[in-house]
């Protein structure tokens, strides 16, 4: 008998935005790949070798039990050819009944960018339908337009190594020791080579993340802008803002200044619900810094004013000239591994691949000439809520979504399962074999996962990595740009998805960001493109923007380097901005405000992390976290239960045990995101949120509800 062979195999961790490279050491007998061991990738750019417990324990996540092996319909086991056809069927008929629109996409920040791209070409080019809208909608939408409104460009200007060289370093709105564990190791260090460094942490809670702070600001959710208008304001009055030298590069500073003019500093204090000392603190040392980066991520963007938070904390940045160079930027971290890849290619409704933008003419049909595309839509589809919103309202009879459980992730559950319900036919493609979004499909298609999966993600620094397949795929799974290129063939359209291999289809993608691109865009992948199959699997991890050298290597170069942004004039826009308060807002009724967000050792609705027992050593389960002296109002004490209810939570209250908290604000409550089921919390947040969104990102409102808490 042979012995197994040892390999080594490199690839990407497939939880967080920090997209941490891993080495997989693997016993290979035969035709049988065993995972063996998992450590840290020592030179990827993103960890250099550290990984957080998230990504230490993938392997005991990574077993068979409980995924989706074969096609089904109507539940009952059918072929790949049947289930394809049924579904490029339904595709069909529904566009010749009903028009395109009434066909939709949901998917996901797990794909990988060569799902993406087939899943918005498929959509945006040959459905001719911009309804795809993605998981992500949830996580960063918001920054996205922030960069957009300020940049001409979603470009995220900043680099880990600018979280290590900063002078001054905010974290707002992201509970970083949690949630991107591996880059909080690398402030923390950096801190400790660097005392001089300075951390503010600004939060309504006290997270782990206060352990480095040298100021916590507890802000009163939902303030932010009048926090950094405040800021912007205070530095204008202080002369701190060097305007010819910024107007070289800026426009529309007076407006900001005005805008953010509205409020004097005690009312700032006021709103903000901050300690006026404190606040003074925070903005002495902004205006007085060598440098400066602000790190945010949900707690900003997850808000009915999300993108106005983005711009506000933006137009600091260009006021004060903190951005495009060394330690320096407003740097917006995702959740997701692959939020940014869909970005790049377009999967948000409001974006066309490349980052065109689909209601540019110009845009428009350079794509479309790109894809020879025989339909494209004119305008953006529906954002996640309203697209559900939509369904639910009969305009949208059928549904592919990919990768995702929007039960249990969107606001307003209710409202979500009514319209799957009213669907004409739900398609689900996953891993799993049951979730609560699996309980609506009419075909459930099984899809790859980590370590079977083949292609690239995009990390929160513009990184674009390899996640490597490692394991043959299980039973009759297949990859989802596979399944979706038998659904286009069958449509019809087998010339423009006859990829076999996903090195074709990231060709594609880096040939596109290239094609008409006078340097109008950041995002240029020319010099990636024409990879062999070979090349492209062994691509080292890589940043954009690129530069070729004329040895012909190729460089990162830091983008707006030249201070030369991405919109019509060349010059980056401040935006004038007002501080509104959230939609969910308490009242005698609803008290209490409803915050929730990650605990440090899950992942999402724990359909991997769940499975790893030392997973739930830290936290076992979901408790609503509750300030002392509210919890003795309340007559409740440690483990009592108590019942949530909100305007939308309809009849069935939602129990969590109590866990008392001093780190909380007054009359806040918070419930962690991951735990479902008879005990769980997420599918119960999603009754307690309201469909409340954003006007512009339509990224909902998760932040900020408002419930009432009654023993139980
Ligand atoms: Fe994975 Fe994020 Fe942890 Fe890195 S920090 S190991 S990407 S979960």
Same mark, same amino acid.
């Given at each position: ?138 996580? $960063? ?49 950096? #801190?400790?080579?660097?005392?001089? $460094? ?111 938070? *983005? ?12 951005? %495009? ?42 794509? #479309? ?43 307003? +559950? ?47 620094? +513009? ?25 286009? %063939?069958?449509?019809?359209?087998? %010339? ?42 062994? $691509? ?17 170069? +830091? ?46 609705? $724990? ?12 936290? *076992? ?41 001093? +780190? ?32 512009? %990102? ?15």
């Amino acid at each position: 008998m042979l012995e197994p062979l040892l390999r080594q195999k490199q690839t990407t961790c497939p939880y967080c935005g920090v997209g941490c490279g891993v080495d997989i050491s693997c016993n290979v007998s035969g035709r049988t790949t065993s995972l063996d061991k998992v450590t840290g990738t020592p030179e990827h750019p993103a960890n250099y070798g550290r990984l957080c417990v998230k990504g230490t324990n993938l392997l005991e996540t990574n077993d068979l039990s409980g995924r989706l092996l074969h096609p089904t319909m109507a539940g009952a086991r059918v072929d790949w050819d049947t289930a394809t056809r049924a579904v490029a069927d339904k595709i069909t008929q529904t566009i010749a009944e009903h028009g395109p629109d009434a066909v939709a996409f949901y998917v996901s920040g797990q794909l990988l960018t060569e799902d993406y791209y087939v899943a918005n070409k498929l959509m945006k080019g040959f459905i001719g339908s911009a309804n795809i809208d993605t998981n992500s909608r949830l996580c $960063m939408s918001s920054a996205v337009a922030g960069y957009k409104r300020a940049f001409g460009e979603d470009v995220v200007p900043c680099d880990y190594t600018d979280l290590e060289c900063t002078s001054l370093l905010v974290l707002t709105g992201s509970n970083t020791a949690w949630a991107h564990p591996v880059l909080f190791q690398r402030i923390q260090r950096a #801190k400790l080579r660097n005392p001089d $460094m300075k951390v503010v942490v600004i939060d309504p809670r006290e997270t782990e993340t206060c352990t480095i702070a040298d100021l916590h600001l507890p802000i009163k959710g939902g303030s932010d802008v009048a926090l950094f208008n405040g800021l912007l304001q205070f530095a204008h009055t202080n002369g701190a803002i060097d305007e010819p030298a910024i107007g070289e590069f800026t426009q529309g500073l007076n407006d900001a200044i005005a805008s953010a003019n509205t409020l004097d500093a005690k009312d700032v204090a006021s709103v903000c619900g901050l300690n006026e000392a404190d606040l003074a603190t925070f903005y002495q040392w902004f205006i007085s810094a060598e440098s400066a980066v602000t790190f945010y991520s949900m707690g900003v963007n997850q808000s009915s004013a999300g993108v106005d938070k *983005a711009n506000a904390i933006i137009n600091c940045h260009l006021a004060l000239d903190f951005i %495009s160079k060394p330690g320096c930027g407003p740097f917006s971290i995702t959740g997701q591994p692959n939020a940014m890849g869909g970005r790049e290619v377009g999967g948000l409704a409001n974006m066309l691949a490349a980052h065109c933008d689909i209601e540019n003419p110009e845009h428009r049909e350079n794509v #479309k000439a790109f894809w020879q595309s025989p339909a494209m839509p004119e305008q953006g589809g529906l954002k996640a809520v309203d697209l559900f919103s939509a369904m639910d309202a009969g305009q949208i009879k059928f549904v592919w979504i990919m990768g995702t459980n929007p039960v249990v992730s969107m606001p307003y +559950r209710e409202q979500v399962e009514s319209a799957l319900k009213k669907c004409d036919m739900v398609v689900v493609s996953d891993i799993v074999q049951s979730n609560d979004t699996l309980a609506f499909a009419d075909i459930a298609l099984p899809a790859t996962g980590w370590s079977e999966k083949d292609g690239t993600v995009t990390n929160s620094e +513009r990184r674009i990595s390899r996640q490597r397949g490692i394991m043959s795929p299980p039973g009759e799974a297949k990859h989802d740009w596979q399944i979706m290129c038998d659904v286009a %063939s069958k449509m019809g359209f087998s %010339s423009a998805f006859s990829y076999s291999h996903p090195s074709e289809i990231f060709d594609e993608h880096a040939r596109l960001t290239a094609y008409k691109n006078d340097g109008a865009r950041q995002l240029n992948l020319a010099p990636l493109a024409g990879k062999s199959h070979a090349q492209y699997d062994a $691509m080292a991890p890589v940043q954009w923007p690129l530069i070729t050298n004329s040895d012909q290597t190729l460089a990162p170069v +830091r983008p707006f380097y030249n201070k030369v942004f991405s919109t019509p004039t060349g010059k980056a826009n401040f935006i004038a901005v007002k501080f509104t308060v959230p939609v969910q807002l308490t009242s005698n009724e609803f008290p209490f405000v409803l915050n929730s967000g990650r605990m440090r050792d899950q992942w999402h609705t $724990m359909t991997r992390t769940g499975k790893a027992p030392v997973l739930h050593a830290h936290t *076992a389960h979901a408790n609503v976290y509750i300030h002392p002296e509210d919890a003795k109002a309340l007559l409740v004490a440690q483990n009592d239960y108590v019942a949530l209810s909100s305007k939308v939570s309809g009849e069935t209250p939602c129990i969590f045990p109590v866990q008392i908290d001093k +780190r909380q604000r007054r009359g806040d409550v918070f419930v962690p995101i991951h735990w479902s089921g008879e005990w769980g919390s997420h599918s119960k947040l999603a009754k307690l949120y309201a469909p409340a969104t954003d006007p512009i %990102s339509g990224q909902p409102e998760l932040k900020h509800g408002a419930v009432s808490i009654t023993p139980h």
